[in-house]
């Protein structure tokens, strides 16, 4: 990536995180009295997600050796994950940021249709985990906490929804999902003619791509069902999080209820945040996800605002930590030959 459009990143990014501070509703004092309580405790809460960080730059490598070798450093690999991580938080419609930014990132080692392929795959493993971790959600709700009617029918919505994107996920692995997206744009009003021109110049590569999509499924099952258990173990691992902040900030015990708890608030604050995945940092839906879940496991207004305030931080700490990283370790070493970029069969 030419350090022109490198910095244009930077820029976008660095004012995303500037407004959000601006824009954080809280006062000064109540901030300080939040990390004040919290004390030692923002250590595990931010650290945890080094460790989560960590695990999606390995998922994305395994992606990467399905479809042939990995030249990029795993260093490097997860330096590029938590700044694409940082640029979705900050910029609207999330994926409009970090993704073009890792793809741009990894061009230059494997070639622009292994780099879009397995982009776009992490994405949907990443997306796909979210799914089955939120159908684990609505089977531990059932059994762990009373049911009123009207939850019924919201896990049940839930759940619908869920197996929804589960189908419409397996069928993206089996056969690639990227010309049905570029057909999908091209039916909007405004984008035809953009949609229709863009898959007839590049529709040899959008083949391709998605042929390297379904070949990870399809011949490559061992990096497949690799890459999706490191994603989901992911997601319940991210409970520890709000486990911890269970443990500030209320009377619960360290118990394995507690943690279902902390998964609970989780899954469901999660799933009302990416429903507005257009905002950036999800502002006002997540705090909103916190409340509406911690209240229904009878908890206090002040615990899901204290939570909330947490995760805030923690965020505005890694969003600043991946615009920063943007600007470091930025030297092109060992670029591959990138000249056949076609899918190699498997042998």
């Given amino acids: 990536m030419s350090p022109s459009i490198r910095n244009i990143f930077f820029a976008i990014g660095l004012a995303a995180v500037v407004i959000m501070l601006l824009t954080f509703n809280v006062s000064f004092v109540q901030l300080w009295q939040q990390l004040t309580t919290a004390g030692y405790w923002l250590i595990p809460i931010i650290g945890m997600w080094l460790v989560l960080y960590a695990m999606n730059a390995f998922t994305w490598k395994v992606i990467i050796r399905g479809s042939g070798d990995c030249p990029v450093r795993y260093l490097r690999l997860l330096k590029v994950t938590i700044s694409g991580f940082a640029l979705n938080y900050a910029t609207p419609v999330g994926l409009l940021g970090g993704e073009p930014y890792k793809i741009m990132e990894l061009t230059p080692h494997i070639g622009v249709q292994r ?82 021109r863009f898959e007839m110049r590049h529709a040899d590569d959008l083949q391709h791509i998605d042929a390297q999509i379904a070949q990870l499924h399809a011949q490559r099952k061992t990096n497949f069902y690799a890459a999706f258990l490191l994603e989901y173990v992911g997601r319940v691992l991210q409970s520890f999080e709000i486990y911890f902040m269970l443990l500030l900030f209320t009377d619960l015990p360290a118990s394995w209820l507690t943690f279902v708890y902390a998964l609970l608030i989780l899954a469901f604050t999660s799933l009302f945040a990416n429903l507005l995945f257009f905002l950036p940092l999800q502002l006002g839906g997540r705090e909103g996800g916190f409340a509406m879940s911690a209240a229904n496991l009878g908890m206090t207004g002040q615990v899901s605002m204290s939570i909330s305030i947490l995760c805030r931080v923690r965020e505005l700490f890694w969003t600043a930590v991946g615009m920063m990283l943007i600007k470091v370790g930025n030297g092109q070493r060992n670029p591959v030959d990138i000249r056949v970029n076609h899918v190699q069969p498997n042998h």
């Fill in 115 to 196: 780099a879009s392929s397995s982009v776009l795959l992490f994405a949907m493993t990443h997306i796909f985990a979210h799914f089955w971790y939120w159908v684990t959600a609505v089977a531990l709700y059932l059994v762990y906490v009373p049911v009123n009617l009207p939850m019924a029918l919201l896990l049940a919505i839930v759940l619908l929804f869920s197996a929804g994107g589960i189908y419409l996920f397996v069928c993206g692995y089996r056969k690639g999902m990227v010309v049905k997206l570029v057909r999908l744009v091209a039916r909007i009003p405004g984008l035809r003619k953009w949609g229709q």
